[in-house]
């Protein structure tokens, strides 16, 4: 195995847990799910967080009044998110922590030192109608390790087990960490690995492309290359290249239906140095309806 891809799936620092932020929310509760069978799988510690805190516009008054009540709701939220961890049979270690700041900082400072953040697509502070969560949506954006976003479903019973990994493939250094990683999920859960690499940015029928039949052996070539160095790696993995003509998030999206979990980078071919998430990252995010995990380079 070479460093560039220990680093990836992290085997060098063995200690770092699986972070899941639990509200209490039904969402939060699949969220905590996901992240204890994920913990099995990897052989890591699961560190379940709740932050017992009002919004700063209550008042310091507020807070004053109502400190046991929040800390008793806090203690309520966190036993019942470890009891659901402990239903799923084998995470090594179960830690749990009751903090009073701001869940946000707290979840990205975690980062630093977490093999992976989970949190819920969205928690019980949403409206119904929104599809990514304040806190989703900023871990994502600033977190140094990678995050998986649970949405309602978290993909832990057994027929939605046996279903595959995706993994988006742009053929730029972007992508390999996320190869990595969906290389390494495939093989842990014993399922194949669909790469999607898409060729255009806009929609358009096979039909109108002049060429098609030469862009696609071409870009079926890049793809292979991509993943020649990661098949080494996981012979055990069945590998499943799905070339499309159309863009990114559509292609992900389609093939997500089929799927368990999807991969991707943090931006694709048309970010820049410095992006936080690219807008395939976002449709993704929005719409999926399995677990997302999104890669950056640490």
Not at 50 to 73: K, N, Q, Y
Not at 163 to 186: H, M, R, W
């Amino acid at each position: 195995m070479t460093e560039e891809s220990a680093a990836v799936r992290g085997e060098e620092s063995p200690d770092m847990p699986i972070v899941v932020a639990a509200d209490g929310s039904e969402i939060s509760n699949q969220a905590v799910a996901w992240a204890a069978v994920d913990a099995t799988l990897h052989g890591r510690r699961l560190d379940i967080i709740t932050s017992a805190t009002l919004p700063a516009s209550f008042g310091a008054e507020v807070w004053a009044g109502g400190a046991d009540w929040i800390r008793e709701d806090g203690e309520r939220i966190i036993t019942e998110a470890r009891r659901i961890a402990g239903l799923v049979s084998g995470p090594p270690e179960i830690r749990t922590e009751l903090v009073f700041d701001p869940i946000i900082p707290t979840l990205v400072a975690r980062s630093e030192q977490a093999y992976r953040l989970v949190v819920g697509s969205r928690g019980r502070g949403a409206v119904r109608r929104a599809l990514l969560g304040s806190v989703s949506s900023a871990v994502v954006q600033r977190a140094r390790c990678p995050v998986t976003v649970v949405p309602g479903n978290s993909a832990t019973d057994v027929v939605t087990a046996a279903k595959p990994v995706v993994v988006g493939v742009d053929g730029t250094d972007n992508s390999v960490p996320a190869i990595g990683v969906a290389f390494d999920e495939a093989s842990r859960r014993k399922v194949p690995l669909i790469a999607v690499h898409t060729w255009s940015d806009i929609s358009l029928p096979e039909v109108a492309v002049a060429g098609w039949d030469t862009l696609r052996d071409s870009e079926r070539a890049a793809l292979s290359e991509s993943l020649a160095g990661w098949r080494e790696q996981y012979p055990d993995v069945e590998v499943r290249p799905v070339v499309w003509a159309d863009r990114p998030a559509r292609a992900l999206l389609a093939e997500s239906e089929h799927a368990q979990l999807v991969v991707i980078g943090s931006h694709g071919r048309g970010g820049f140095t410095g992006m936080l998430l690219g807008s395939t990252g976002h449709a993704l995010l929005q719409s999926a309806e399995c677990p997302v995990i999104v890669v950056r380079e640490r």
